[in-house]
């Protein structure tokens, strides 16, 4: 069964580094999208993804961050200068279509600033 | 903009049907999906509904949809230990374009 590849599972950094997270949507996907659960909250819309340009982005999505889609399989997540909040678990998703109603994601990758 | 509530914990019986709830607040949310979390793992869809419908159900689960009191619930059949985890409701809102999720409901199931 296809399914959405998120690396690294953990990634542990200091605050103020750079950090890149990476996501290998379902190939036959259009649309992508990056989530965030903090410990103990709800999963957060991030961003979403489409034709190699945002769709939509939510308040969270700040200059801090950025999306891109560097080949035709890879979907990453930057943030820059991390802070101890940005710590939480990133989950990338993708959809066939924009009205196709199944979102896949992938594992997630817990991020942690220290 | 669009909320969705759910109760935080239930425990039941293994054997036992489990209910969970949830509540939305955006009537326009076309469709409503339940997601399962198992520990350390990602968000599994499990089941979703169109907002014409009032029901749908697939082997052991079965949703439920109050369109007018804007109600979602899940119901697991003969709960068994290996359905322990988190249920996430959510909605789908923004054109399509996003799912609002509720905080999780964490179910138990004990012998």
């Known amino acids: 069964e296809p399914e959405v590849t998120q690396t690294p599972s953990h990634q542990v950094t200091q605050m103020g580094q750079e950090v890149i997270l990476r996501c290998v949507p379902i190939s036959n996907h259009l649309y992508f999208y990056w989530y965030r659960q903090i410990l103990g909250q709800k999963v957060e819309f991030l961003v979403s993804f489409y034709n190699n340009e945002i769709s939509e982005k939510s308040e969270i999505f700040d200059d801090q961050f950025s999306v891109e889609r560097p080949d035709g399989s890879n979907f990453t997540l930057k943030i820059r200068s991390t802070k101890l909040e940005d710590s939480a678990m990133y989950f990338c998703?993708?959809?066939?279509?924009?009205?196709?109603?199944?979102?896949?994601f992938g594992q997630g990758t817990r991020l942690t600033v220290v | 903009g669009e909320d969705v509530e759910q109760s935080l914990f239930l425990s039941v019986r293994e054997g036992d049907s489990s209910v969970i709830n949830c509540t939305y607040t955006?009537?326009?949310?076309?469709?409503l999906y339940w997601y399962k979390q198992e520990p350390g793992a990602g968000l599994q869809l499990l089941t979703y509904?169109?907002?014409?419908?009032d029901m749908k159900q697939d082997q052991r689960l079965t949703v439920l949809l109050n369109k007018k009191d804007k109600h979602l619930s899940l119901r697991i059949a003969d709960t068994q230990t290996g359905d322990s985890a988190i249920y996430f409701c959510a909605a789908l809102w923004g054109g399509y374009n996003k799912l609002i999720f509720g905080a999780g409901t964490r179910l138990a199931v004990h012998p």
């Open positions: 509904i169109f907002s014409n419908m």
């Open positions: 998703a993708s959809t066939r279509g924009q009205a196709n109603t199944e979102a896949f």
């Open positions: 955006d009537s326009s949310s076309t469709y």
